[in-house]
């Protein structure tokens, strides 16, 4: 029983670098969403997409990119790494007024 | 626009206080509303959730009444146990049309023996 599952789960990257955080669900899900978690900002809206083939801007879009190719998947991108982002990303899944299911989270550094 | 305001934290209570954790909402019309946890290094879990008005939802001794006329839904729980230490995230989602969730921004919680 999987759900929702994000990789890689923590990774260290230096400023300029680039790199996708994959999240993948198994649950036929029409909507997924990626947030950023920071101390004391709770949980913050950076992108999501309400289908396959369609992606939308939340509260913190800059410096991201996302795509959505296939509905299962929902990839994160960032272009040039800067510190700013040093972040828990957590990506997440619901059908439209349900609930939403998380995935564990993954703990990205920037130096 | 919709937004969730919720108690700030940090709480700490002895084991087997009494807890309430406060949210208020404002949304255009019918949303649904939810009480996440996050325990320590892990990702977000539902809590519980309730749909409509005088819904009461519950959970692992947790309960929240979605009262429409104060727009609000707070936390409670009898007698709280170290292991309740954790994060609480009140949200809402509209139940209709492209709006995703949204979150207060988190209550932490700790409870001491």
């Known amino acids: 029983n999987a759900g929702v599952t994000q990789t890689p789960k923590f990774r260290v990257l230096k400023t300029g670098q680039s790199m996708t955080l994959l999240c993948a669900q198994d649950m036929n899900h029409e909507y997924m969403y990626w947030y950023r978690q920071d101390p004391g900002m709770g949980l913050r809206l950076i992108h999501y997409?309400?289908?396959?083939?369609?992606?939308a801007k939340g509260e913190v879009p800059d410096g991201y990119n996302v795509s959505r190719l296939k509905k299962q998947n929902f990839l994160l991108g960032l272009e040039s790494a800067a510190p700013s982002q040093t972040s828990v990303y957590f990506c997440?899944?619901?059908?439209?007024?349900?609930?939403?299911?998380f995935g564990e989270g993954s703990w990205l550094t920037v130096v | 626009g919709n937004s969730v305001t919720q108690m700030e934290g940090p709480v700490t209570l002895s084991e087997e206080a009494f807890l309430t954790i406060n949210c208020t909402y404002t949304a255009t019309g019918y949303p649904s509303l939810f009480w996440y946890v996050q325990y320590p290094g892990e990702g977000l879990q539902l809590l519980l959730k309730a749909t409509k008005a005088d819904d009461k939802g519950s959970n692992k001794g947790f309960e929240a009444t979605y009262r429409k006329e104060t727009t609000s839904f707070h936390l409670e729980k009898g007698s709280v146990q170290v292991s309740d230490s954790a994060v609480y995230f009140c949200?809402?989602?509209?139940?209709?049309?492209?709006?995703?969730?949204?979150f207060g921004k988190g209550t932490r919680l700790s409870v001491i023996a």
């Open positions: 997440a899944s619901s059908v439209p007024g349900n609930t939403i299911y």
């Open positions: 949200a809402l989602c509209k139940n209709s049309g492209n709006t995703p969730l949204v």
């Open positions: 997409s309400v289908g396959e083939g369609t992606t």
